[in-house]
T-cell receptor, first 116, second 115 residues
C-alpha cells in the first residue's frame, strides 16, 4: 500500500511563474490536507479538502494560492506568480475520515519549492 | 483556538542519556495530541498519539509521552538516546469541530545526539 505521494520532490521556479504541486493520497483516503513549512519553522495548516470540496481554507493566503481535489486524480496546490517568500516545503497529508480518534493523518515527503 | 508551545528549539544529549522534549498545548475542547519526527529532507512520521484512555502512550523507537491535563502538557521522553534519534520533533494538537479537523503544530525541537 503506497503512502502519500507528492511530486515533484523539488521544484525551482523563477519569480512570476506558476507552481503546481501534486498530492496523491493513500488508497482509500478521501481527506487531504496541505501544510507549509518555512525554514526553521513548524508546519502551518493551509487547506483541508475532500473530494471536489474545500472544507477549510482558513490557512490559505488570500491571493495567488488555490487548491483542488477533483473526483479523479491527485490534489493540486497551485501558486500563481510566485515570489521569493513562497520558497518553502509544502507537505500533503491524507486521512480516511475525520472526527474520530483513529483518523490519523499520513504525510508525504513534501515538495521543496525554491523561487529564484 | 488551539496552540502548541515547544520549549527549546534545540536540545543536545549524549548517547545513552535521557531524552526529554517538552510540549504544552492549549485547547478549548479535549484535544488529540501527537508527536511527529522529521529527518532531514523527509516528511513527517508519526511517533505516537494520545486520543483517549491511558494517559501514558508508547510509540515507535522507544519513545513515550504522558498526557497531563492539569499541566496541559504532553512531553516526549526516551530513556536512552541513540545516534539515530537525531532529528526534528514536532508536537501537534488536533481538534475536531464538526467537519473540520486539522493539526496545529509547534515550532519544533531539533534533537542532537553526541558521543
Amino acid at each position: 500500500n503506497a503512502g502519500v505521494m507528492q511530486n515533484p520532490r523539488h521544484l525551482v521556479r523563477r519569480r512570476g511563474q506558476e507552481a503546481r504541486l501534486r498530492c496523491s493520497p493513500m488508497k482509500g483516503h478521501s481527506h487531504v490536507y496541505w501544510y507549509r513549512q518555512l525554514p526553521e519553522e513548524g508546519l502551518k495548516f493551509m487547506v483541508y479538502l475532500q473530494k471536489e470540496n474545500i472544507i477549510d481554507e482558513s490557512g490559505m493566503p488570500k491571493e495567488r494560492f488555490s487548491a483542488e481535489f477533483p473526483k479523479e486524480g491527485p490534489s493540486i496546490l497551485r501558486i500563481q506568480q510566485v515570489v521569493r517568500g513562497d520558497s518553502a516545503a509544502y507537505f500533503c497529508a491524507s486521512s480516511p475520515r475525520t472526527g474520530t480518534a483513529n483518523a490519523e493523518a499520513f504525510f508525504g515527503q513534501g515538495t521543496r519549492l525554491t523561487v529564484v | 483556538a488551539q496552540s502548541v508551545t515547544q520549549l527549546g528549539s534545540h536540545v543536545s544529549v549524549s548517547e545513552g542519556a535521557l531524552v526529554l522534549l517538552r510540549c504544552n498545548y492549549s485547547s478549548s475542547v479535549p484535544p488529540y495530541l501527537f508527536w511527529y519526527v522529521q529527518y532531514p529532507n523527509q516528511g513527517l512520521q508519526l511517533l505516537l498519539k494520545y486520543t483517549t484512555g491511558a494517559t501514558l502512550v508508547k510509540g515507535i523507537n522507544g519513545f513515550e509521552a504522558e498526557f497531563k491535563k492539569s499541566e496541559t502538557s504532553f512531553h516526549l521522553t526516551k530513556p536512552s538516546a541513540h545516534m539515530s534519534d537525531a532529528a526534528e520533533y514536532f508536537c501537534a494538537v488536533r481538534v475536531n469541530t464538526g467537519t473540520a479537523s486539522k493539526l496545529t503544530f509547534g515550532t519544533g525541537t531539533r534533537l542532537q545526539v553526541t558521543l
